[in-house]
């Protein structure tokens, strides 16, 4: 069956990085864009970025454009989120998936500190 299995997450300084992994199984993983989504306390689940299964092509939220940079390993079947000049609102469980919503990993945990 589809697995995403997100790591990476933590606890960060305001103005630091993190890197985000999802390590994906159980499809044909090249085949399928891929996504990343946050939910922060009280607010709903929202876009976050995402890649084309072919790399060619990358979106992103306004609030992380510039920030935010997605990948993706097709022979590792691993997506990564590369999240440099991190603020206090990117505090939230960060979530892998396949397509935009298809599949959804369980989620790592993200906290900016002051």
């Known amino acids: 069956q589809v697995q995403l299995l997100e790591s990476g997450g933590g606890l960060v300084q305001a103005g630091g990085s993190l890197r985000l992994s999802c390590a994906a199984s159980?499809?044909?993983?090249?085949?399928?864009?891929m996504g990343w989504f946050r939910q922060a306390p009280g607010k709903e689940r929202e876009f976050v970025a995402a890649?084309?299964?072919?790399?060619?092509?990358?979106y992103y939220a306004d609030s992380v454009k510039g920030r935010f940079t997605i990948s993706r390993d097709n022979a590792k079947m691993t997506v990564y989120l590369q999240m440099n000049s991190l603020k206090l609102e990117d505090t939230a469980v960060y979530y892998c998936?396949?397509?935009?919503?298809?599949?959804w990993g369980q989620g790592t945990q993200v906290t900016v500190s002051s």
């Open positions: 890649i084309s299964w072919s790399v060619e092509k990358t």
């Open positions: 159980g499809f044909t993983f090249s085949s399928y864009a």
């Open positions: 998936s396949r397509g935009l919503g298809m599949n």
